[in-house]
């Protein structure tokens, strides 16, 4: 099963992603840790998305497609994959678009994390001081959440008029979550 998992940050995108990928057996690809990775190591790609990341801002889209596409294509991909925090923007769905077309191996599914603005803000800074991510103070969360809004929640209807949209309520205990996430991929 090939999976777009959407949601704006801090709707718990990532923890239920890790679920969902493990009782499925496909494996998560969360271009947020490839790009954390990347910058702890100190790598060329680690030194570009950099600012991008420490303001909230989104990477250029020719790197995030970049990662994207050599990745699906390895070889724990063939059952699947689950995209975490990709795409971000319509440039990067028509990309994704065309790639798994060109691979003969279409999305399956979009699903997309519903959560309030004002519970967001919320879990973002308790996250903050649980994890410490260096992008979760308060200003950057803010922009992170105007750069969601500005780029990425257009793709709801991007993915609606594709026809392989899912929404999901995000609110709630960490279990109902999964359970309606399991319900709506039919697993
Ligand atoms: P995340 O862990 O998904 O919240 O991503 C953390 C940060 O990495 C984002 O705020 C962006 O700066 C960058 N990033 C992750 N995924 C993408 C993407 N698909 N396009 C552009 N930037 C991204």
């Known amino acids: ?13 990532g923890t239920q ?5 493990s009782d499925v057996g496909i494996p998560q690809i969360s ?11 100190g790598s060329d790609l680690g030194k570009e998305a950099k600012s991008y990341v420490e303001s909230g801002g989104l990477v250029p889209d020719a790197v ?13 991909c063939v059952k699947g994959y689950l995209l975490d925090g990709f795409p971000r923007t319509l440039d990067q769905a ?3 678009k065309r790639m798994t077309e060109e691979l003969g191996k279409p999305l399956d599914v979009a699903l997309n994390l519903a959560v309030p603005q004002d519970e967001l803000v ?4 308790d996250r903050a001081q649980k994890e410490g991510r260096p992008d979760d103070t308060e200003p950057v969360i803010k922009s992170r959440l105007k750069t969601y809004e500005e780029q990425t929640l257009p793709l709801v209807d991007y993915y609606k008029k594709e026809g392989i949209l899912k929404e999901v309520d995000g609110l709630g205990s960490m279990e109902d979550i999964t359970a309606r996430i399991k319900s709506a991929l039919g697993i």
Do not use: N, W, Y
């Open 64 to 76: 995030v497609i970049g990662i994207v596409k050599e990745r699906i294509q390895e070889p724990d």
């Open 94 to 96: 028509d990309a994704l």
């Open 122 to 125: 919320k879990r973002l800074l």
């Open 31 to 41: 271009t947020g840790e490839i790009l954390r990775h990347a910058m702890e190591s």
């Open 1 to 13: 099963m090939r999976i777009v998992f959407m949601g704006p940050p801090g709707a718990g995108k």
């Open 17 to 21: 992603a890790k679920i969902i990928c």
